[in-house]
C-alpha cells in the first residue's frame, strides 16, 4: 500500500511551515554543482543540525535537564537552578562540562569491557526511535510501513544495556537493579503493547483520499487524526493511561523508577557508573523519555495536527509542543508520587494494567465492526469517544474494586484518647 | 522430574553510607533475592562518649551535649537533662519558665515531626517533594528558636530552674504565624500522602508491631502509639504542667508504617493546640529561678523524663556532691524503638526495611551518644 503524501504548506523554499522545503531547495542546488553522492553527506549534516536545532537542543537539554529541575523546583517550592547564566539557562551546559571533566571511575573487580560497553548500547536506539517520528508532513526520516513496531521493537533494547551495566559493576546494588528492570521490563512490554493494539484497531482500515489507512504506520495514524478531526485519545482514553504508565515503568521514572531506586538501592545499576559513561545513561533516559513523549504524541494526540491550525502554525512546532506537554506528566509525576514495590509493581501489571488492556481491545473491536458495517461515518466517532471515556472510566473503578479496591476502608485519621492507659483495642477508645 | 530453582542468601550492607540510613548506620542484613531472612544491626559510627565526658563538666556545663544527642530536637532533650537537675537539687521553676518550656517543646516537636513525616516520604520514594514542604514549614519554627536562643538547631536554650532569656518582643507573632500557617500544611501532607493509594500500598500492612511486641521491647513515642497503645509521658506522668492542657493522645490500629505516620500527623495538630493554650495564658513573673553557677546538689540520684517527639526520654544523673555528676546517663527513645527493627524487618523485603527505618525516625546522634 502507498503511503499517502500530503503537502498542507506551498513548496517554497522560503516555507518554513514545511523545513523539508528549504533542505529540498538547498540539495537540490548542491546537487547541480557538488560530483555525486556528497549530497547525501551534505543531507545527513542538514539533518543532523537542524534536528539539533529544533529539537535537541530545546528538548533534550533545556526541558529534559532544565526544565525538568526547575518545574520539580516549583512544585517542590524552591527555585531551582538560578547561578548559572540568566535564569540558570546554562546550568545544562555547566553540568556536561562536569561531567566530561569528570573521572570515569571503574572498579577493580567489574566487568570492564561489558562495562564500557554498556552506556554505548544504550544510547543507540535512543538515536533511532526518533527516525521513524514525523515531525511534520514530510518531515519523516524513515516513512516504514510497519513504523509503529519498528518504535516497539528498538525501544525494547536499552534493557539489554541496563542489565549489562548492572551486571558487570560486580555490585550487589547494581544487581538489585538489573535484575529488577528485566522483570520489569518483561512485565510491562505486555500492556503496553496491548495498549497500542487499541490505537492500531482504531486507525487502520479507515478509508482515506481513495484508500485505506494503514494502522502501523505513524503517519497514517496523523492522518487519521486529521481526516476524522479528533484524537486517538478521545477514542482510546483507557490506551493512553496504560501507555503512560508502562512507558514510565519502562523508561524508570517515578512512580515505578524501582530500578534505580535511590532510598534502597542507592542508584541501581548506576552505582558504580561516574563521570560520563554515568551521563551517557542520564541524557539517555532523558531521550527515551521524549522518544516515548514523541510517540504518545503522534499515536494518541494527533501528531503535527490540530484542528487546522497546522495551516498556519508550522506542524513540526506543534508537534513538539505536545511532545513537551506529554513530557511535563513525567515531570509531573515524578515530582508528586511515591514508588512502588517491585512485586506490587509486577502484580499490578499482570492484575491490573493488563486485563485493561484486553477489555480495551474487545471494546474497540467491537467498536471497529459496528464502523465498519456503517460505512465509516464520520459521526459515529464521536459516539464512540463519548462511550469510550464512560466505559473506560467505569471499568477501570469497576476493576480496581473488584481486586480489592477500598479507600473507604482504610482510616487516614488515627484514633483519639483523653487519657493514657495500656493498649486500646479498635473500637473501645470511645469513651476513654 | 521437577526441578526447583533455587537461589543462594547473601549479605548486603545497607549503609553505613547508603541515602537512607538516616546517618551513619548499618543493617547487616541477610537476603534472598529481594527479601531480608535476617537484619542485624551494627551501630556506634557515630560514637562520642558523651555519657563520659559529661562526668567531668559542670551541670550547666553539661546541657550543650545534650543539644548534640538528638539534634534534630535540641529543646527537648535540654528540657529532659535541665528536669533531672532540677530533681536531684530540688529547684523550682517558676510558672512563666514552665510555659516557655512547654512551648518550645511543642515547637521542637512539631520541627521534628517535619523531619520525620518527611524523610520518612521520602523513604517510599516520594522523590524530595514532602520533604521540601515540611522542611519549608520547619523553618519558620527555625527562626522562632533562632530569635529566641540564637541558635537554630542546637539551641542551648533551658536552663537549670528555667530557660536563658526571656521571650523577644517578636516571639509571639511569630508563633501565631506558624499556629496560622500549619493546619494548612497538615491538610496538604495528608492530600499528598494519606490518599495516596501507592503511598498506602507502601506503607500499610509493613512492619507490623503487635501491641504485646511494642511493650515488651520497651518501645515509645509514636512507634507505642501506632501499634494502640494510649501512653504518653505528658499524661501519664505530667511535667512543666502539662496537666493543665487539653489535648488527645492519637492511637494508631494495627501497629504499622502508615499508623505512625498518621500519628504523627496527628500530634502536629495536639502540639498546635497545645502551643495555643499555652500562649494565650502565657504567665507574666521571672523566667528563672536564681541557679547557683558552680551547683553542687545533694548526694543522691535522679531519673526524669519526657516524652521528647521520640518516645521516652530519660536522663539519669548520680550525684556525690561534687560539681559535676558523678554518672550521667541518657534513656534515648530513638535507640530503645530500634530494638524492634529485627522484628519488623525480617519476613519483609529490602524496599520493605527501607520503609519500616524510615517509620521509626531514628537520630543516629542519639542511639550512638
Redesign the interface.
Known amino acids: 500500500m502507498s503511503i499517502p503524501v500530503l503537502a498542507l504548506a506551498t513548496d517554497h523554499w522560503y516555507d518554513l511551515r514545511d523545513l523539508a522545503n528549504i533542505s529540498d531547495a538547498i540539495l537540490d542546488g548542491a546537487d547541480k554543482v557538488l560530483p555525486f553522492g556528497i549530497v547525501y553527506v551534505l543531507a545527513a549534516l542538514i539533518g543532523f543540525v537542524a534536528s539539533f536545532l529544533i529539537f535537541v537542543l530545546p528538548s533534550q537539554l533545556y526541558l529534559g535537564v532544565y526544565g525538568e529541575r526547575k518545574i520539580?523546583g516549583r512544585?517542590?517550592?524552591?527555585y531551582g537552578p538560578n547561578r548559572v547564566g540568566p535564569f540558570g539557562l546554562l546550568q545544562p551546559i555547566a553540568d556536561a562540562v562536569k561531567l566530561l571533566t569528570k573521572e570515569a571511575l571503574t572498579p577493580k573487580e567489574s566487568d570492564r569491557a561489558v562495562m564500557y560497553v554498556a552506556p554505548i548500547i544504550f544510547v543507540m536506539p535512543a538515536v533511532l526511535i526518533f527516525a521513524v517520528i514525523p515531525f511534520g508532513p514530510r518531515m519523516v526520516f524513515a516513512n516504514v510501513p510497519v513504523s509503529l513496531l519498528y518504535f516497539m521493537a528498538i525501544s525494547s533494547l536499552p534493557v539489554i544495556a541496563t542489565f549489562m551495566a548492572g551486571w558487570s559493576a560486580n555490585n550487589?546494588?547494581s544487581l538489585?537493579g538489573a535484575m529488577r528492570i528485566v522483570a520489569m521490563a518483561i512485565s510491562y512490554e505486555v500492556p503496553l503493547v496491548m495498549a497500542l493494539l487499541g490505537a492500531v484497531v482504531v486507525t487502520s482500515g479507515a478509508p482515506y483520499a481513495g484508500d485505506f489507512l494503514n494502522g502501523l504506520a505513524l503517519q497514517d495514524m496523523v492522518l487519521w487524526s486529521r481526516e476524522f478531526h479528533i484524537w486517538v485519545v478521545f477514542v482510546q482514553p483507557l490506551a493512553l493511561v496504560i501507555y503512560f504508565i508502562c512507558v514510565s515503568a519502562e523508561l524508570n521514572r517515578?512512580?515505578t523508577?524501582?530500578a534505580e531506586?535511590?532510598?534502597?538501592?542507592?542508584a541501581g545499576y548506576l552505582t558504580e557508573y561516574s563521570g560520563m559513561k554515568w551521563g551517557l545513561f542520564y541524557g539517555m533516559d532523558i531521550g527515551y523519555a521524549l522518544g516515548a513523549s514523541a510517540f504518545a504524541a503522534t499515536v494518541f494526540l494527533g501528531g503535527w495536527t490540530f484542528f487546522g491550525l497546522e495551516k498556519w502554525v508550522p506542524p513540526w512546532m506543534i508537534f513538539i509542543g505536545k511532545t513537551h506537554l506529554f513530557y511535563f506528566l513525567f515531570i509531573w509525576t515524578?515530582?508528586?508520587?511515591?514508588?512502588?514495590?517491585?512485586?506490587?509493581l509486577m502484580a499490578f501489571a499482570w492484575k491490573f494494567l493488563l486485563p485493561l488492556a484486553l477489555f480495551n481491545i474487545f471494546l474497540v473491536a467491537t467498536e471497529r465492526m459496528i464502523w465498519s458495517s456503517q460505512d465509516y461515518a464520520k459521526g459515529l466517532i464521536y459516539v464512540f469517544a463519548v462511550v469510550n471515556i464512560a466505559v473506560s472510566i467505569a471499568a477501570v473503578y469497576g476493576w480496581a474494586r473488584f481486586l480489592g479496591?477500598r479507600?473507604e476502608n482504610?482510616?487516614?485519621?488515627?484514633?483519639?484518647?483523653?487519657?493514657?492507659?495500656?493498649?486500646?483495642?479498635?473500637g473501645s477508645?470511645a469513651n476513654? | 522430574m521437577t526441578q526447583t530453582i533455587k537461589s543462594e542468601p547473601?549479605i548486603?550492607n545497607i549503609g553505613p553510607q547508603?541515602?537512607?540510613t538516616h546517618g551513619v548506620f548499618r543493617i547487616k542484613a541477610t537476603v534472598d533475592g529481594?527479601k531480608v531472612i535476617e537484619a542485624e544491626m551494627v551501630m556506634g559510627y557515630l560514637h562520642r562518649s558523651m555519657e563520659k565526658l559529661a562526668e567531668e563538666r559542670t551541670y550547666t556545663q553539661n546541657i550543650p551535649f545534650t543539644d548534640r544527642t538528638d539534634y534534630l530536637s535540641s529543646m527537648s532533650n535540654n528540657l529532659g537533662y535541665c528536669l533531672a537537675v532540677e530533681k536531684l537539687a530540688s529547684i523550682e521553676v517558676p510558672a512563666r519558665g514552665n510555659a516557655i518550656r512547654v512551648i518550645m517543646s511543642e515547637l521542637q516537636r512539631l520541627a521534628s515531626h517535619c523531619m520525620a513525616i518527611g524523610a520518612f516520604?521520602?523513604?517510599?520514594?516520594?522523590?524530595?517533594?514532602p520533604v521540601?514542604?515540611a522542611f519549608?514549614e520547619r523553618e519558620k519554627i527555625l527562626d522562632i528558636f533562632e530569635v529566641t536562643s540564637g541558635a537554630r538547631l542546637t539551641c542551648n536554650y533551658m536552663r537549670i530552674g528555667g530557660v536563658a532569656f526571656d521571650l523577644r518582643p517578636q516571639f509571639e507573632p511569630m508563633v501565631r504565624k506558624v499556629l496560622n500557617d500549619f493546619p494548612p500544611f497538615l491538610q496538604e501532607m495528608?492530600d499528598?500522602?494519606?490518599?495516596?493509594?501507592?503511598?498506602?500500598?507502601?506503607t500499610?500492612g509493613v512492619g507490623v508491631l503487635s501491641?504485646?511486641m511494642a511493650?515488651n521491647a520497651s518501645l515509645s513515642g509514636p512507634m507505642l502509639?501506632g501499634?494502640?497503645?494510649?501512653?504518653?509521658l505528658r499524661?501519664?506522668d505530667p511535667y512543666c504542667g502539662y496537666e493543665q492542657y487539653d489535648f488527645?493522645?492519637?492511637?494508631?490500629?494495627?501497629g504499622d508504617s502508615f499508623?505512625r505516620f498518621?500519628?504523627r500527623l496527628?500530634e502536629m495538630r495536639q502540639s498546635l493546640h497545645i502551643i495555643q493554650q499555652a500562649l494565650d495564658g502565657l504567665p507574666s513573673g521571672p523566667h528563672s529561678t536564681q541557679v547557683p553557677l558552680a551547683l553542687r546538689p545533694p548526694k543522691g540520684e535522679a531519673y526524669a523524663r519526657i516524652e521528647s517527639p521520640r518516645g521516652e526520654l530519660g536522663y539519669y544523673l548520680v550525684s556525690d556532691e561534687g560539681p559535676a555528676p558523678y554518672r550521667f546517663h541518657i534513656r534515648p527513645p530513638s535507640f530503645i524503638n530500634l530494638s524492634a527493627l529485627r522484628e519488623m524487618t525480617v519476613g519483609g523485603?529490602?524496599?520493605?526495611a527501607?520503609v519500616v527505618l524510615?517509620s521509626i525516625d531514628i537520630v543516629v546522634g542519639e542511639i550512638d551518644r
Open positions: 520539580i512544585i517542590q517550592s524552591r550487589k546494588y538489585f517515578t512512580p523508577d524501582i531506586a535511590e532510598s534502597e538501592i542507592v515524578r515530582g508528586t508520587l511515591p514508588r512502588l514495590r517491585s512485586d506490587q479496591y479507600p482504610t482510616p487516614v485519621r488515627p484514633r483519639l484518647v483523653k487519657n493514657a492507659g495500656g493498649y486500646i483495642p479498635v477508645e476513654r | 547473601f548486603l547508603h541515602p537512607s529481594e516520604a521520602n523513604d517510599t520514594g516520594a522523590w524530595q517533594t521540601m514542604w519549608r495528608e499528598l500522602l494519606s490518599g495516596n493509594e501507592i503511598f498506602l500500598s507502601r500499610r501491641p504485646e511493650t502509639r501499634s494502640g497503645v494510649a501512653w504518653d499524661k501519664a488527645d493522645i492519637p492511637i494508631g490500629y494495627q499508623d498518621i500519628v496527628e523485603t529490602v524496599a520493605d527501607i524510615g
